[in-house]
């Protein structure tokens, strides 16, 4: 009988332990935002968005539309932006989740987007 037991807790002991070592948690990284200079949306914001995004988001069937004349006020309007909480906010997710790779901003945009949304994501 004691054998039995002892098997018994190795074994279900062993298991506990594979399951807890093997269990895999989706968890995003991003990127350090220590960026010196200021972000300007006209200056590094649109080109970002030209070189990476607008190829897709040129329509309201694809939001946020982020062409030139409108991507400012679709960001506001569509709740992409969490001024208190970049790092959690709609865009970010959007990128980092549920976004084709084909057409991703680089380590280094998304870091200029992040400094952006921290300095209050002004329109300038």
Same mark, same amino acid.
């Given at each position: ?58 329509? #309201? ?9 409108? #991507?400012?006020? #679709? ?50």
């Amino acid at each position: 009988m004691i054998v039995v037991f002892r098997r018994f807790l190795t074994r279900g002991l062993g298991g506990l332990i594979l399951l807890f070592i093997s269990c895999e948690y989706d968890t995003i990284e991003y990127p350090d935002v220590d960026i010196l200079k200021p972000i300007g949306f006209r200056q590094d914001i649109l080109p970002l968005f030209k070189s990476s995004c607008v190829s897709c988001h040129n329509n #309201a069937s694809n939001p946020p539309v982020l062409v030139t004349e409108i #991507a400012f006020q #679709a960001l506001i309007n569509g709740n992409y932006l969490k001024l208190k909480n970049p790092e959690e906010s709609r865009l970010m997710r959007k990128l980092y989740t549920n976004h084709p790779d084909n057409e991703t901003p680089t380590k280094n945009e998304l870091q200029m987007l992040l400094k952006w949304m921290k300095e209050g994501a002004l329109n300038n």
